[in-house]
């Protein structure tokens, strides 16, 4: 059970558990923040997109805070790691089986929304989805909910800030909104592979270096007109210096 009382006072174990938790929400946060970038290109305007995020991470906080506190009940039953599973994996799908029907690799292919209230509810869940999974490795790591919940506090801080420079990423590299998706995919099966069998699921570090390679991937081709832009910005100066 998850020690329910907050500390009156910091703990030399809990300062060096900290950082701990606050290195493992940024890392997780990363498969996240893309994610949550990716959906709000649905909007199909900056100024809406932003909107999106910053309401739909208010509502993703008091939904990751809750499960927080419940974590000692949720994760004795399997239906909510199955529920969080089968809604990533059919984000996962809706993606790819779009983007196969429409054959045009730069148009964005996951959920539209005609609304910022449409988006709202998809970016709360889908984070509340992928806290299932960081939820569980904190846990593994401390006891003590507050110290949880100070690092998902945290995490959730990182988030938005790393999902508005996915927002900007996105536009720039082809094939980064895959790659989001595909982390996408990796947190789902993981939390399938747990609802069948917990000793199936890999280690925490083969997790991040599959994020890490996507990543890789993801960053590795720019899109052409972001590189005829660059080349002529070039020019230019090159002209002005001359």
């Known amino acids: 059970m998850i020690d329910l009382d907050l500390p009156s006072h910091f ?7 900290l950082p701990v938790l606050i290195t493992l929400e940024a890392v997780l946060s990363a498969d996240n923040a893309v994610a949550l970038a990716a959906l709000t290109k649905g909007l199909q305007d900056p100024k809406l997109e932003k909107q999106a995020l910053d309401l739909g991470l208010v509502f ?13 009940w949720v994760i004795n039953y399997w239906q ?4 969080g599973a089968l809604y990533l994996l ?14 045009d690799a730069d148009e964005h292919h996951g959920p539209r929304f005609n609304s910022l209230w449409q988006a709202i509810p998809v970016i709360a869940f889908t984070d509340l989805a992928f806290s ?12 003590d909910t507050w110290l949880i919940m100070l690092g998902g506090t ?22 980064l909104e ?39 991937w993801g ?15 070039e020019q230019e100066l090159a002209a002005i210096e001359e």
């Open 11 to 17: 703990t030399p174990q809990a300062l060096l558990v």
């Open 60 to 72: 993703a906080y008091v939904l990751r805070m809750g499960l927080i506190l419940a974590a000692s």
């Open 80 to 83: 909510f790691e199955l529920a």
């Open 90 to 103: 059919w984000l996962v799908y809706q993606y790819f089986s779009s983007k196969q029907e429409e054959g």
């Open 132 to 143: 299932l999974d960081s939820v569980t490795t904190a846990i593994a790591v401390s006891q």
């Open 154 to 175: 945290i995490g959730i801080i990182a988030l938005r800030f790393m999902a508005s420079l996915f927002i900007k990423w996105l536009a720039e590299y082809d094939h």
């Open 178 to 216: 895959d790659a989001g998706y595909m982390t996408v995919a990796i947190v789902g099966f993981k939390l399938l592979l747990r609802v069948f069998n917990d000793s199936l699921v890999p280690p925490e570090w083969v997790t991040i270096v599959l994020v890490g390679l996507l990543f890789v």
């Open 219 to 233: 960053f590795s081709k720019r899109k052409e007109e972001v590189m005829l832009a660059v080349v002529e910005e």
